[in-house]
């Protein structure tokens, strides 16, 4: 069983609570770390927001971070694992610009083409999403059960296949939310 940290971006809350709502509804150890308290963007902050809500290092944790929650996510992540964490995944829902590497499985999921390979070179994982027809930056972590794409995988010779598939089916495939 995982615990799911939820990292948003500088955005409303009821965004995030429509994301868990559309996609995370199903899902039991959640947590939301509150922008409305820290920076989204501090790694710092998501590790003490971690230590107070005593999660074990033996939990396997699965990052979901979304816009300026993913630098901080990134880092906390990368921290975590040092300090004998476990992360089981870590997805970034339009991280844009954000170096996206460890020893963990990333998946990177963008809402257009541009978002996506502009921001690729600085690493999407062996599986990563963009939307077509492109979404709204905030509509894809408001309501990703609509958002409908290309799932681009890349082989372990760098070769890249692409399929079209919904953000939905493609969290579902990823396994560690359904899971």
């Given amino acids: 069983m995982y615990m799911y940290l939820i990292c948003p971006g500088i955005h409303e809350q009821k965004l995030t609570d429509k994301f868990i709502e559309n996609a995370l509804n199903n899902l039991d150890f959640i947590l939301v770390f509150p922008t409305d308290k820290y920076p989204a963007y501090s790694g710092f902050h998501i590790l003490k927001f971690l ?14 971070s979304f816009s300026a929650g993913v630098v901080g996510a990134i880092n906390a992540a990368w921290t975590w694992q040092l300090q004998g964490g476990i992360i089981k995944g870590f997805i970034a829902f339009d991280g844009w610009g954000v170096p996206l590497m460890g020893n963990f499985p990333i998946y990177r999921v963008s809402h257009d083409e541009f978002t996506y390979w502009t921001s690729a070179i600085l690493g999407t994982g062996t599986l990563s999403f963009y939307a077509d027809p492109p979404v709204e930056h905030l509509d894809l972590w408001r309501s990703p059960q609509l958002v409908k794409g290309w799932m681009v995988e890349i082989n372990n010779y760098g070769k890249k296949s692409f399929s079209p598939i919904s953000l939905s089916d493609f969290l579902a495939l990823i396994k560690i939310i359904n899971t």
């Fill in 51 to 64: 230590q107070e809500k005593s999660v074990d290092k033996s939990q396997q944790l699965v990052i979901i």
